[in-house]
């Protein structure tokens, strides 16, 4: 299983990014799939989560309005739109999935991850 995360870079405060994240998995659209992030020196953090046909979402509090989670199961992909950036979503971000579509916003509920991006956003 390997989940592959992509898209991260700098940008300014304002701009928008959209990660995307590949996974092997083979009946991914049985998955819950999610962004997590974490950033220097703060614990990891709940972004988003997707449940596995797309019709239902979480975002975390500091994210809602500004981000957009969605999944293409015809490309085994999930993916992060990120408007109004702020200094303060600096961080890795890592892109996660379950099967049993629990605790979405617990990290502990999710047994596969990928590597993480580099998300930096300049003031």
């Known amino acids: 299983v390997q989940l592959q995360a992509s898209g991260g870079g700098l940008v300014q405060a304002g701009g928008s990014l959209r990660l995307s994240c590949a996974a092997s998995?083979?009946?991914?659209?049985?998955?819950?799939m999610a962004w997590f992030r974490q950033a220097p020196g703060k614990e990891r953090e709940s972004v988003a989560a997707?449940?596995?046909?797309?019709?239902?979402?979480y975002y975390g509090d500091s994210v809602k309005g500004r981000f957009t989670i969605s999944r293409d199961n015809a490309k085994n992909t999930v993916y992060l739109q990120m408007n109004s950036l702020k200094p303060e979503d600096t961080a890795v971000y890592y892109c996660?999935?379950?099967?049993?579509?629990?605790?979405?916003?617990?990290?502990?509920?999710?047994?596969?991850w990928g590597q993480g991006t580099q998300v930096t956003v300049s003031s």
């Open positions: 998995l083979r009946t991914f659209s049985s998955y819950t």
């Open positions: 996660a999935a379950q099967l049993r579509s629990t605790s979405w916003s617990n990290h502990r509920a999710y047994g596969y």
């Open positions: 997707v449940n596995w046909s797309g019709s239902s979402t």
